[in-house]
Every structure is written in structure tokens, then in C-alpha cells.
């Protein structure tokens, strides 16, 4: 396995010269993405679904979204300190898990989940 952590690097081996990925790496993602996600795609198809989902990966739209990320975790941290205060023992991956799904509420649904501070369906 190669990692590059070089921007340029990487840019040169994804995008101007797509280089083949290793069979190994649909293995190790298919548990976490499924069948068909942009890690394991390759050309044509890579290029179609990367372009698809470019607008949503610019840095202007990133950063619009940074607001309600901190507004997250900014209640996380305060959960976390409600905890220690109290010297209660906590699921650490249940509270990660809240705080990620009201930051996806956001981002991809455009809705506050408000899973952090009660129940949610979703």
C-alpha cells in the first residue's frame, strides 16, 4: 500500500494521471461504503460521480457549513463537561455518534437533528 501525503503528489496519481487502485482497497472499504463509492470507482464512472458531487466539496461551500459544525460541537464540548462535572461515567461513542449525526442533519439534510439533546428517529 502507498500513501501520499503530498498534495501535488496526490493530485498527479487521482486526477491528471488516474492511476488503478490497488484490489485490496474495495476489500478494505466495501464494510464501511458499499459496492460502488468514490474510493473504489475508477474512470469514466470515478470522473461522472466526482463530478456530480464537486460543488459539494468547494471550499466556499465548506466553509459555510463551518458555522453549524462549531454550533455542534460547541454542545458536545458542554455534554462533555456536564459529564466531568458530574464525575458520571459515559458511552464516549455514543455522545461522538450524536454529535455526528446533528452534523449531518445539517449538512445533508439541511435540518437540525437535535440528536444531542433527545431521541431522534433518524
Known amino acids: 500500500m502507498l500513501v501520499i501525503i503530498d498534495p501535488v503528489a496526490a493530485a498527479q496519481v487521482t486526477i ?6 490497488h484490489p485490496s482497497t474495495q476489500d478494505y472499504v466495501y464494510p464501511l461504503l458499499g ?65 455526528t449525526v446533528d452534523i449531518i442533519g445539517s449538512v445533508v439534510l439541511d435540518m437540525p437533528l437535535l440528536a444531542q439533546m433527545s431521541e431522534n428517529e433518524l
Open 16 to 21: 491528471q494521471n488516474s492511476l488503478r487502485k
Open 35 to 99: 459496492d460502488k463509492n468514490l474510493a473504489t470507482l475508477e474512470g469514466k464512472e470515478w470522473r461522472m460521480w466526482r463530478a456530480i458531487f464537486n460543488p459539494g466539496f468547494s471550499s466556499g461551500h465548506l466553509m459555510s457549513l463551518v458555522g453549524g459544525m462549531v454550533s455542534d460541537t460547541v454542545l458536545f464540548t458542554k455534554i462533555l463537561a456536564d459529564y466531568a462535572t458530574q464525575g458520571k461515567i459515559f458511552q464516549l461513542e455514543e455522545a461522538a455518534t450524536r454529535l
